[in-house]
């Protein structure tokens, strides 16, 4: 283990920002705060790629700060996404918590192979963020007593004006424009990836997927879901209805089925309700399948 003394404040930060994020996203009465878009933001698109480019890059005369951020942006827009990929073809699949916990091992990891790489630097080479020579200079320019009351107002007015600016993009960043509302129905196979559906069946046998659900509707909202089979109501054994989500709560459930009948290339439709309106169906998915006499 690294000592506390040997972490460097930049380690630290980012660090701490994982954590925070996990705090935000895994407790349900914090997660529905606008706090977990402004940390969920940095860890998918900035915390990712500083951390890589930290264990890439111990020294300080490896990149220049304006580099870093932007290696640092650009890498983690590449990481994530592979990341995403390579949860496809895992047990886990691409859901919140897998991609979560994958994220901040990545990050975590790549932050102790920066630590070992720059304690192994002289001290002179170690690359480092000056947060407290920052902060005491900032400090100093603004205590300090001007020359005269111009200078002081034009100090004071600075101040306000950064203050105001960094308030108002963290504002637009947590309260986004509200977009189009939709909702996202999807079927996943029984591993939990976008594959190996069960299409192909004997008569009497059960087939179970995953259906999730997204609500991307800005409201409270209630689902109810319907199987088919070539227009046939198919018996589940699991209650479907009154699914009420909030905005941009996820749900997600194994379903099993079974054919009340044979045949090839039969329609099995996975219908999606809304709002107790069970006339017409507001989203629909199908699978193709076959079931073949024993």
């Avoid at 940390?39 to 700060?65: N, T």
């Avoid at 209805?241 to 045949?263: D, M």
Wanted: charged share 20%; glycine share 6%.
């Amino acid at each position: 283990m690294f000592h506390k003394k040997n972490i460097p404040s930049d380690i630290r930060v980012v660090i701490a920002l994982v954590i925070l994020t996990c705090i935000f996203i895994t407790i349900p009465t914090l997660s529905n705060t606008p706090i977990r878009t402004a940390l969920g933001l940095p860890m998918v698109l900035f915390l990712p790629g500083y951390a890589l480019i930290a264990a890439l890059f111990p020294g300080k005369d490896d990149l220049d700060g304006i580099e870093r951020l932007a290696l640092s942006f650009g890498l983690s827009i590449a990481v994530v996404p592979l990341i995403g990929l390579a949860l496809n073809y895992t047990p886990w699949g691409i859901r919140l918590f897998p991609i979560l916990i994958s994220l901040s091992a990545f990050t975590v990891i790549m932050c102790a192979v920066a630590v070992f790489r720059r304690n192994n630097l002289p001290e002179d080479d170690k690359f480092t963020v000056p947060f407290y020579s920052v902060y005491v200079s900032a400090k100093e320019e603004i205590s300090k007593k001007p020359e005269n009351k111009i200078d002081r107002i034009l100090t004071i007015l600075l101040v306000i004006s950064i203050v105001a600016s960094i308030v108002t993009l963290a504002y637009v960043v947590v309260t986004p424009k509200e977009g189009e509302k939709f909702t996202e129905f999807y079927i996943l196979g029984p591993e939990g990836i976008a594959d190996n559906y069960p299409t192909n069946l004997q008569f009497g046998q059960s087939g179970t997927v995953i259906i999730g659900i997204v609500n991307h509707e800005y409201a409270d909202t209630e689902y109810s879901i319907k199987l088919m089979l070539e227009n046939n109501s198919q018996m589940m054994g699991q209650d479907l209805h009154q699914i009420i989500l909030q905005h941009n709560q996820t749900w997600e459930k194994e379903v099993t089925f079974t054919p009340a009948s044979a045949g090839e290339d039969m329609k099995l439709q996975f219908l999606l309700y809304k709002d107790n309106n069970m006339t017409e169906s507001y989203r629909d998915l199908l699978l193709w399948i076959d079931v073949k006499e024993m």
